[in-house]
Structures are given as C-alpha cells and as structure tokens.
C-alpha cells in the first residue's frame, strides 16, 4: 500500500502552478542527497526542446562520481547515469526515472527536494524506494529519510511525474450560465496500487463551496455554473492542490437605434442611427417589406405613409443577439400648388455639386432649400426667378425642398462631383 506523510510546513499551494525563475525549462525537479558529512544533487527538467533519451548535445550531462565516502546520485537513461536530464514536456504523459546511489559508505541518508518549479499544483511527483517498498509524494513532503549499505543495488529508486489534472472549461451561455468544467484526473498507479486524489471541492474565490466530493472515477464534471473564477481544490492526505479556473461568458451585444430625423415623410430617404453596443453584425426589418443586412446605419424610404414597426437585430462577435424595435410616423408633405414634379412645369437637374430649378409658376419670395439624408440643410436661397441654382459641398444624395408660405415640394437629388 502507499503512505503519504507529511510535515506540517508547505501542505496547502494557494496558486495554479509552482512559479518558474529560469528560462531553459517548463519544469525542474532539484533532488539533494546528504549523509556521512557530504552532499551531492541531481537533475530532471521537461521542455518542449527536450527528448526522453539521452542527449549529450542538449542539456543532459553524464554523472561524474565524487570522490571516496561521498555519496553519488544518478538518473538512469537509456543506460547512461547522469547527473542531468531532460525530458519531454509533462503534458505529454506520465515518466518514470530511474535514479540510483552510489552511497560511498554505510550511512543513513536523507533526499531534500532543493528545487521543484513549473509544476501544476495537481501533478504528483512520488518517490519509490524499491527496497522498502515505500512511495512518497514529494510535493507533499519535500524530504525522504532511509539507510543503506555499499553491498546493496545502487538502482533502488524511481521517479514517478504524474501529470495534472486535465482540465476544460467550457463558456457559459450569453445570459452567463450553464456554464461546464470537465476535469480528467488520469489514472496512474504505482507497485499495482491505484495514486488517487481522497476528495474534490469547487469553490468560489471568496471560499464558498459550489460542489464537493470524493472521486468514483477519474472524470469529474460540474455543470450549469456562472461565469467567474473557481477555485477546483483535489485533496490526498494533508495535501491540497489548488487549479485555478475561469467559466468565460461569451461576448454579448445589446440592440439600440433611433432615426436621425425627428420627422419622416414618404418618398424621402431616412437614416437610422446605430445606438447599439458590442454588434458584429446587423439585420433591420423596415417592416414595409424590406430588409437590410449587414449595414449599421442604413439609409431607407418609405413609399408611403403610415406607422411602421423598424426591427433592428444584432449579433456580437461570439453570436449572442438582441433585438430592438420602434415605431416610426411616416407622413405626407403638403403640397403647394406648385406644378407637380412630374410635370413638365418643374424641371430639376444638377450639374457636378449644383442643383437647378426651372418652373414657369416660381414666384418671387419661394424658398429653396437643400438638405442631407439626415435633414440637415446645407444650402438655401429665396428664389425671385427662373431658374434658381443652389450648390453642395460635396456629392451625395440631397433632398430639393421648395417652400412658399406654409407648404412645400420636394424632390430628391444625387450629385456628383
């Protein structure tokens, strides 16, 4: 069976991983050995540069033995004794070392883990004494006390890293919940005795405890959680490693438009303001038949008056939606007794930024006054002959407003530089 033992110093991690200082490796493990007066040490480090054989080219170095009565520490790969080697990255699975002493003397010995950075919180490196039969989880307990004699087998340890738990955290939905954490703790086992974890809590940052349990199986789920930070604590012994892990809410947008002018009329273009925030795309029902997609700020005309239902729906960049909607009051202009548009009466033409008005019945004192599709007047004259010319800043569609007295005609322009 295997027995964890701890001492009351360095039981409880409070961050996701141990913080690495260097930059050749993800993880390091420093292991001293002391007895009989003196001190020696050896190396494992995981990168993604690094192999799982022996390469003398890289990192790893071959041991080189202290001088008499010293004790020697080694790793074991591919039959060279080292006193460094690196391996593949953790993530890519489980890794037994083989690690052996050369004790120098009779003695009693102890291994102190000198360094131990990079690691999640969650992954086990457990020490086996293949002579005691004895296995320690040294994230636990930094500190491992035996005896030995120079008579006995110089391989008589193995490293287990045992990597962390693998977990996914899946988005809520756009109203922030539902959200899912999936954790898979792996199984592993060491001398045919299953390394678990006794028990599991989620909680949130503040300590409160979400959902709490002792493991069946080596896959955890959660459900229907908000978004926010968690804390996912996976107890063995006295020992708690702490992941912590984020519940994201996808991006969200909120609907939102006016129109730009505060009177509306049939035959003239409006344009509808973007009041919206967070939308990626865009979809407007005029609700006279007519649909818009994909513009923020459409421009429309209504054919005729009437009250219309405007649907403006949006979508964020993740697809969350929201729909506004509003009642728009299209009405008629009131005519003036001006000949009609149509008729051969009025002639209207434009000429690059200049717009021309020619009736036979235009008195002296008609307004004419050129507006934007917003409404805005960028142009205006009293017109006391024909024909009357007003002239833009630059081109685009205008509406012609021709006033006397109390009433007016319009009629809608496109000039052009």
Known sequence: SI???????????TAGTFYRTDSWYDQLLTLDISGNGFMDKTDIFFDEDATNAFDPMAEDARKM?????????????????ASKIG??????????????????EDGNFTFTVNTMEGFPATARILLEDLVTGSVQNLVENSTYNFAMTTSETEERFLIHFVPGADINAIATDCQGTNGQLDVDLGT??????????????LQNTDGSVVASGTPTGSLLSFSGLSAGNYNLVLVSGSYEGIEPVT???????????????????AGEPVQLLDRSVGSAEYRFDFGDGNIITGEAQPVHTF??????????????????ADEASQTLQVQTRVGSGLNSPDSDNLIVWSQGLQVFVNADDLQAGD???????????????????????????????????????????????VLQD
């Open 3 to 13: 027995t964890f033992t701890s001492s009351p110093a360095g039981r409880t991690t």
């Open 367 to 413: 307004q004419l006054r050129l507006t934007d599709v917003l409404g805005r007047t960028v142009a205006q004259r009293s017109c006391n002959s024909a024909p009357c010319s007003l002239e833009a800043s630059s081109a685009g569609t205008y509406i012609l407003v021709i006033e006397r007295n109390n009433s007016i005609q319009t009629r809608q322009v």
């Open 247 to 265: 519940i994201e809410q996808p991006l969200t947008a909120t609907a939102g438009f006016e129109a730009a002018a505060t009177e509306i009329y």
């Open 188 to 201: 592993y086992s060491v001398g045919g005795t299953t390394v678990g974890w006794d028990s599991y809590r």
């Open 65 to 81: 033995y202290s001088v008499y009565g010293q004790p020697s520490i080694f790793t074991t790969v591919d039959g060279e004794r």
């Open 303 to 320: 054919a005729n008056p009437g009250d219309y239902t405007v649907l403006q729906e949006v979508w964020s960049a993740d697809g969350c």
């Open 87 to 104: 391996q593949a990255p953790l993530s890519e699975g489980p890794r037994v070392i083989p690690m052996g002493l050369k004790p120098g």
